[in-house]
């Protein structure tokens, strides 16, 4: 049975998980701090509609997402929502406080969905109640969400079992493929794509190769769809930097984030968003 989904964090993984949901037939409710970035949020979800209409991703005959689809920057408006998923920043106390409140409004039976890249869920469901813990479960979505179909879960230790069941069959509901993982610092995808980044960046900085050719090499030799610093300049390198030291804090030197990367995060170097990352953008 479809259900009321609230999501909290309208950035770009928070703005497609709603997306997504609502595409499925969801009622889907967007929340975040301010009416303009949730007003920026729905713009942004007009234009990739219409870019995937265009495309033939999309077809009218459903109608448009964001006619089930509600925003309101109040976490009040949560309090009917059966279902919650938190993508905001990443970093523990953060999303922590998020969760706290929302324990305080949302019903005992809500489910809670964390988003996160490397966060044990265990760790975050600590910041709500113990009653609520059987009820909270991690999520991991890939970006972009929208064309991106894996999605990690992730029990905590006080997860039920009927709540991952029921998680799997809303992701199929919503067309993703959820795995099983672990509850663990990194998960599964993380541990194997940061190590596998920072060898990479080590490569350049031994003058192997350059960062285009890396990427190349990558996607012609190995068949990737993109290259590991084209990839870094999408999601924005300093958040590769934070997964990196949080998976060295529990892992050990093989996460260490190089030196290199570290450098260009300094230098303003994050990424497309910025214009510069590893290569310049318009």
Known sequence: MLKKIGVVGAGLMGAEIAFEFAR????????????ELLEA?????????????????????????????????????????????????????????????????????????????TIAISTLAAHVTVARRPRFVGTHFFSPVSRMKLVEVMPGFETD??????????????EKHPIRIKDVTGFAVNRLLHVFMIEAVRLVEEGVATPEDI??????????????????????????????EIMHG????????????????????????????WKSYD
């Open 24 to 35: 499925a037939g969801y009622d889907v409710l967007l929340n975040d701090r301010s009416d």
């Open 41 to 117: 949020a729905r713009t942004r979800l007009n234009g990739l509609w219409n870019k995937g209409l265009a495309r033939g991703f999309y077809s009218e005959e459903a109608g448009s997402p964001l006619d089930r689809m509600s925003f309101n920057a109040d976490l009040k408006s949560f309090a009917d929502r059966q279902i919650v998923f938190e993508a905001v920043f990443e970093d523990e106390q953060v999303k922590g406080d998020a969760w706290a409140l929302l324990d305080g409004i949302c019903d005992a039976d809500t489910i809670f969905c964390t988003n996160t890249s």
């Open 161 to 174: 079992e009927a709540v991952v069941e029921e998680m799997f069959g809303h992701l199929k509901a919503a």
């Open 215 to 244: 990427d190349t090499a990558c996607k012609l030799g190995l068949g990737h769809p993109i290259g590991p610093f084209e990839l870094m300049d999408a999601v924005t390198l300093s958040l590769c930097e934070q997964a990196q």
């Open 250 to 277: 529990s892992y050990g030197e093989r996460f260490r984030p190089r030196p290199l990367l570290k450098q260009k995060v300094r230098a303003g170097h994050n990424g497309r968003k910025t214009g510069q990352g």
